[in-house]
């Protein structure tokens, strides 16, 4: 069992930043890929930006350019960095990580979220 706690989110004006956390309650190392969702009202919830336990990094078309992804090995933590957010980035964001395990032929994925922190950008 892997628990996750987000912080960092706020109330920023449009152009500002914020820096999210996702603090894990064991080693991130044995994670297969850790990421970032956000859930809108009214919206279904979207990937935001996910990292591979390999450090490979993919972002959803919106936020790509201004979001960037990072992991803290010794602090067991992951981030988000938002720059020049926009009211549309307005959402709860979820931090959701993944572990597999067992062989190949037969592997089991557990998949773990956070609670979520509200990002409200204001216009």
């Known amino acids: 069992q892997v628990e996750l706690v987000e912080s960092g989110g706020g109330l920023v004006h449009t152009g500002g930043s914020l820096r999210l956390s996702c603090a894990a309650s064991s080693s991130i190392f044995r994670l297969n890929v850790m990421g970032w969702y956000r859930q809108a009202a009214g919206k279904e919830r979207e990937l935001v930006a996910k990292?591979?336990?390999?450090?490979?990094?993919d972002y959803a078309d919106s936020v790509r350019g201004r979001f960037t992804i990072s992991r803290d090995f010794p602090k067991n933590t992951m981030y988000l960095q938002m720059d020049n957010l926009t009211p549309e980035d307005t959402a709860v964001y979820y931090c959701n990580a993944e572990k597999q395990v067992g062989p190949v032929e037969r592997v089991v994925t557990y998949t773990y979220w956070g609670q979520g922190t509200q990002v409200a950008v204001s216009s």
């Open positions: 990292i591979t336990s390999g450090g490979n990094v």
